[in-house]
T-cell receptor, first 114, second 113 residues
């Protein structure tokens, strides 16, 4: 069974550019959540997708957007990059959107904005 | 809103010492509580969880009990090893926005031989 995978591993962008990060969920999982982890901090919830629909959103501006595909893989798009967007972006998948379901994390994409 | 507060690190221990990492939470409803671990250069892994009051989660010698009366979920291990050196995150699930995980800031544990 393949776990959660993310691509790319590392990315360097300049301020104002746009970026797309990708996540493949674990087999059989229909829910994907995205988190931003700044250096030395805990992950912060960006949004969650359940069966291709947004199922909740954290306190992030609209320039953070996402998509979930029929195979339940997902994308995170960030427009108009700012220096503070530099962080580790984590994707997590779960069997379902229930409150008690374990979320399985991918290794993350390290984004650096110059 | 829902939140998690955990003790700040770093925590530095000698091998075989007793470990406690404190975690308290604020939440509405009945969240599940989790401890995640992040080893150097690796992704977040679930260490243990508890889904209701008085439940005890345990794994790899680590334990934590869901205490609703004190809103706490402290992580303990009786005898730490060098291989336990990592960052530990306490978290809860919240249904305020989907089923988001709300994390504490993390506690770095360093164990020396």
């Amino acid at each position: 069974e393949t776990g959660v995978t993310q691509s790319p591993t590392h990315l360097i962008k300049t301020r104002g550019q746009q970026v797309t990060l990708r996540c493949s969920s674990q087999s059989g999982h229909n829910t994907v959540s995205w988190y931003q982890q700044a250096l030395g901090q805990g992950p912060q919830f960006i949004f969650q997708y359940y069966r291709e629909e947004e199922n909740g959103r954290g306190n992030f501006p609209p320039r953070f957007s996402g998509l979930q595909f029929p195979n339940y893989s997902s994308e995170l798009n960030v427009n108009a990059l700012e220096l503070d967007d530099s962080a580790l972006y984590l994707c997590a998948s779960s069997l379902d959107r229930g409150l008690h379901n374990e979320q399985f994390f991918g290794p993350g994409t390290r984004l650096t904005v110059l | 809103g829902n939140s998690v507060t955990q003790m700040e690190g770093p925590v530095t221990l000698s091998e075989e010492a007793f470990l406690t990492i404190n975690c308290t939470y604020t939440a509405t409803g009945y969240p599940s509580l989790f401890w995640y671990v992040q080893y150097p250069g690796e992704g977040l892994q679930l260490l243990l969880k508890a889904t209701k009051a008085d439940d005890k989660g345990s794994n790899k010698g680590f334990e934590a009990t869901y205490r609703k009366e004190t809103t706490s979920f402290h992580l303990e291990k009786g005898s730490v090893q060098v291989s336990d050196s990592a960052v530990y995150f306490c978290a809860l699930t919240s249904n305020q926005a989907g089923t988001a995980l709300i994390f504490g800031k993390g506690t770095t544990l360093s164990v020396s031989s």
